[in-house]
DNA sequence: TATGAATGAGCCTTCATTCAT
DNA sequence: CATGAATGAAGGCTCATTCAT
């Protein structure tokens, strides 16, 4: 992410470990005040480093928010990636396994997801956003991939598929807002509920 | 909303006009660059007033947001309660033209859509949005009212009513994302098909 | 130089003002103690004006540099265009006169030509100052013209002309370095001791 | 320069080397982007060494800047009394002799020359600048009095001598801005001349 | 010697808002 | 009503230098 990183390798360790808190932390902060009402100096606060020590750590405030959404997007898409090549699966149980994988992520990076949707705007907009951009694509067009395998098997209902689709992008995104660890639903019963609004 | 709007009609009508064009202006803006990267320089600019002229129109920036909240929240809220008064009709068409209604509000107000959900985070947080919240508590309560005389009708699937309801949440707000006038798909399409994967 | 100065002619003469005193104020510091090492709150005690004010006047730091260029360069080349115009002069008297209104516009612009001299760098560097650069080149040609002239007519010396050109350069804006005004030396015994090292 | 350089002789010779690498690779950086403009990490880059070893073998930033001065005027001013010691030699050849040597010292030291002239300012004006400062006051008096002894020769032209001093060092200063090497003009053409300017 | 993390003051600039005219 | 100058705190970021390892 900065510059150059140590190379030996255990201060590389550390470097790495120091950088990943700060991204943590920022992504708490990005996701409970807001990327543009989280200043500097909340961070350098938040992670106990100084303004000047922050920097070793990251190259800019929008670097770490890129980096935010690449940690939410790029595993994600990777365990999508390895569910949709399994082509022995039923459609359906690929829709489901997709879908438990997409809120067992969404879950288990909160305050990411939550960043991710607020920002969205500039993700959208602006030149070096390009790659996440690209993984957001890619990760719909599988989705619809899975989505019209079903629907040619007869498993979806009559709704239109690319209106299904965005139906399951908005209700799987907007888990982020509600879910709460230890809630009275489960990963299980929020992604077999969701899949079972979408099959038949 | 600024101290004292003038009482005569003639010049009342101008300021209202006025105060409802800046409005608008700010709710495009905040939507294409979100409430914090927009500065009131870019509302003077894309208003054609002056720094100081514009605080005719306005209090603050901040109540600037909460309006827009409001003329999206308001009258929809308006609407619903009257779909929901009306008890001769079957659950599941009320659901319909409730659904539809939203949807329907959410396509007219896209910008203001997009701020609202943008900006969640201060709404949820502080003091002076306590109305704004309640109008979308009072929402979301009137939705699950209809939600749960459907599924005492047998008309819902086996899906969890509150899972069923943040779905639904999740699925029209998020139309705001991707909805644009003149597509393929128009409002009874969507809203239609929204109620499609909802109802049994 | 800023986005809009005032429409009004009373206070846009006031703001032409204020404007020219910053950019005056600038020439000074920037002179004495170098464009890098002068900071905006040096300039703001400079001015009496306040952090934020100054910035009613200049677009940026750079601008500044910038509009104490031109303001160096863009009236000695009018100058300069019109004496190389009177095409009926002698070519010695045309270099004479040229040199005399160049030597005078130094000396009357000394801290401004400090600065253009000490920033040299960057003026030659970078992409928005094409339009200083292409002044400064256009300087020169003319200069080299009538030095050219002169060489036809057997004035010169047995020195190489582009050589001649470059000590007349060197000489003449060296004069900012040493100059002070009431000095023993006045504008023409200056510009006719440059000519007289110049012309046989 | 810093603290205690090695005192064997093998390790005192690297660290010289290694030294003069980072003196000579800030004259190159000073020149190019300016002494302010150049921040140490440019340094450590240029250098391949690490922010903490680059201050082995420097004391400061200004101290390096301090040195660069000194790499020029130091061998120059040697080389100038040296020449100026010979009381056999005409006057006018003292002229062309040291004018040359000073020519050919500016075109083999262009950096230092450029950074001497562009942070002329700092030199002036400090404390810890007196030895520079001295160091170019002496030359200019030994200049000035091989002139003097040419003008008692009568080979002067008729311009005021402190003048024509004066254009001398503006002249010969600004080499460093245009010279580059393998051009049409080489050190013997300039230095000549520029004295036959000069001389009568 | 060499490393690279750390410092913290200072940089230029922007901001929402006010007020004399 | 309207203007635009003014405010001054806060914004993100860079810097020369030091020091424990």
Redesign the pocket.
Known sequence: M?A?????PA??A??DA?QQGVVDAAARLFAQQGY?A?????LVEATG??????????????QLLIRICDELLEPLLERVEHVVADETQAPDDQLRALVYAWVAHVEGHLDHMVVFQQERRVIEAEEQWRRVRRSRKRFERLLDGVLARCEAAGLLGTVDRSLTLRALLGMVNHTAQWYRPGGRLDTSAIADGFCDLILR
């Open positions: 900065k150059p990183p140590p190379t030996r201060l590389r550390r470097y120091r543009g989280t200043s500097m100096a909340d480093l100084t303004a000047g020590g922050l920097y070793h750590y990251i190259d800019s405030k929008e």
